[in-house]
């Protein structure tokens, strides 16, 4: 089957810059992303790049190459969804925060939503793949809608689970040159190994054939939420070590990397920090939990819950050793956050362990700066609005952003790094000393500081692991 035009629906940080690759790769494929946010589409056609709705290094010039030409981002779903003969699905699948399964399952309606919509306008054939992220048997719900809910036309459709496996802030590192593209489809019918075929050559055309990984649609579901509980798992491990270092003066960075040294263990995700965040690793293991606990097993559910739990214990961690570090009382004192996103090189900040951190110390009357390179005012209020913990002019009477870090830091009684931008290496720390309340405190939530230089500068130093903290 020759695949001539996609449809993207969902113009996230997946499906972006998802489609940008496809269509940079692809250029005799057109390629049209849909999103019902308006606003969204509107940045994402913006000509000035630099206003792109999703930071990504690279993506800009794969949208200048693309866009125009064969790459389109659109609000019109409904053409866009007939004209294609693929359609990828990336909408956002939330924790619900309602009903069954509150606080756990995935909540599919904007997938169910999504289906319907497709059910209803197609009038020919699609293959209709899953690309966010979904518990394990949702594509026999989508099938089940577009085969019953359909216009009265004889439209045939495929479903396939397609997860995408890249990371932010290197999205296009990782769609260029991934590790593999797997595809779940329905291996046991000629029509379902059509649709598969097709959507491998669409990979082919820069992915070689030994990576492009073909299952059945249930095992490809579960590998995507099994990789990143595997992955959020590892960071949960080394953070749950970090803890003990602290008590016992080993050095987490050293266990780190005498364990990584081991083949078996590879030396990858093993980076203790104040607690992983992203869209991704909370909610995919809520996901296994719920399903593991649908059917009856306890102990499965258990076990990855603990992953959650432990990070959660990280971030509460983090924010009290602030607190008893500064004499107990962190009241009406300044606390400067150098960082806000849920990691470097991108500007989302969903689940980002900064909004926690930022609460805690709120709760406790302090007094927050941030600086954050890419992130808005706007959305790290938004952020802890989101968390319903106090009013929304309480949280911008407590949090001030700044885009300068020099003013953010100014008469501050402690800095915490939350977020490893690179930058924060090459900040004149003396400078930031000098203007500082003292004794000035310096919280490395990510281990990225030489804090032994930035010890000999004055600075009290805690970082993440370190058997070398002060006593608390
Ligand atoms: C993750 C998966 O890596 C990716 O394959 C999947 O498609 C989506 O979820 P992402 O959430 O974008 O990607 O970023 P990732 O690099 O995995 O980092 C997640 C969080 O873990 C970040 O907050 C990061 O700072 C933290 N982390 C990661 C650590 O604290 N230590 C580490 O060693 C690695
Ligand atoms: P992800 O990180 O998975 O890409 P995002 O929240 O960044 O998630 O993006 C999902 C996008 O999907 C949002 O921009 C949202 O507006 C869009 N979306 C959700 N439901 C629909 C729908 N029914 N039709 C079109 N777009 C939708």
Redesign the pocket.
């Known amino acids: 089957m020759d695949i001539k035009h996609i449809c993207c629906i969902g113009a996230g ?2 499906g972006g810059p998802t489609m940008a690759v496809i269509a940079q790769k692809c250029p005799h494929i057109n390629v049209t992303v849909v999103d019902i946010n308006e606003k969204r589409i509107a940045a994402w056609n913006d000509e000035d790049l630099s206003k792109l709705p999703v930071y990504e290094p690279g993506l800009d010039k794969v949208v200048e190459e693309a866009r125009g030409r064969n790459l389109f981002f659109s609000t019109e779903v409904d053409k866009a969804i007939d004209a294609a003969d693929m359609i990828f699905i990336s909408v956002n699948t939330p924790t619900k925060t309602y009903g069954k399964g509150k606080g756990m399952a995935a909540d599919l309606k904007y997938i169910e939503l999504c289906a319907r919509q497709i059910a209803r306008v197609a009038t020919s054939d699609k293959i209709v793949i899953e690309k966010s ?1 979904l518990p394990v048997r949702t594509a026999s719900a989508i099938k089940s809608i577009l085969d019953n809910t359909g216009n009265g036309s004889e439209v045939k459709f495929q479903i396939l689970s397609n ?9 296009i590192e ?1 769609l260029l040159d991934p590790d593999r593209v797997l595809i779940g489809g329905d291996t046991s019918t000629a029509e379902g190994k059509k649709a598969i075929q097709a959507l491998a050559s669409v990979y082919a055309n820069w992915v070689p054939q030994k990576q492009i990984l073909t299952t059945n649609v249930w095992s490809s579901e579960l590998s ?1 939420l099994t ?2 509980a595997f ?2 798992q ?2 949960s491990s ?2 749950s070590l970090s803890e003990l270092c602290e008590k016992t003066e080993a050095d987490v960075n050293e266990v780190a990397k005498a364990i990584g040294m081991d083949s078996r263990i590879g030396s ?14 909370q909610k ?1 293991i809520l996901n296994l939990v719920y399903i593991a606990k649908t059917y009856g097993l306890n102990e499965v559910a258990d076990y990855w819950e603990q992953v959650i739990i432990m990070n959660d214990h990280q971030k509460r961690r983090f924010a009290h050793n602030i607190i008893s570090t500064l004499f107990n009382t962190v009241s009406g004192k300044k606390i400067a956050f150098l960082g806000w996103a ?3 090189d ?1 500007n ?1 900040t969903r ?3 900064a909004i926690y951190v930022a609460d805690e110390l709120l709760n406790e009357q302090s007094k927050v700066a941030v600086y954050d390179p890419k992130v808005s005012e706007e959305q790290m209020y938004a952020d802890l609005d989101y968390l319903n913990t106090r009013s929304s002019e309480e949280n911008r009477e407590g949090v001030s952003v700044f885009n300068n870090p020099y003013e953010a830091c100014k008469d501050a009684h402690a800095i915490a790094v939350l ?2 931008w690179d930058e924060f290496k090459t900040y004149d720390w003396q400078k930031l000393y000098d203007q500082m309340q003292k004794p000035a405190f310096l919280f490395d939530g ?1 281990g990225i500081l030489d804090t032994d230089a930035l010890e000999k500068i004055g600075f009290v130093c805690y970082k993440i692991g370190s058997g070398k903290n002060p006593e608390i």
């Open positions: 940080y997946v992220t997860p995408e496996f890249l990371a932010e802030g290197t999205a990782d995507k990789a990143n992955l959020a590892r960071v080394i953070n990858k995700f093993l980076k203790a920090s104040v607690g992983f965040g992203g869209s991704c690793f995919d849920f990691k470097k991108t989302d689940e980002s362990a977020t490893e990510r």
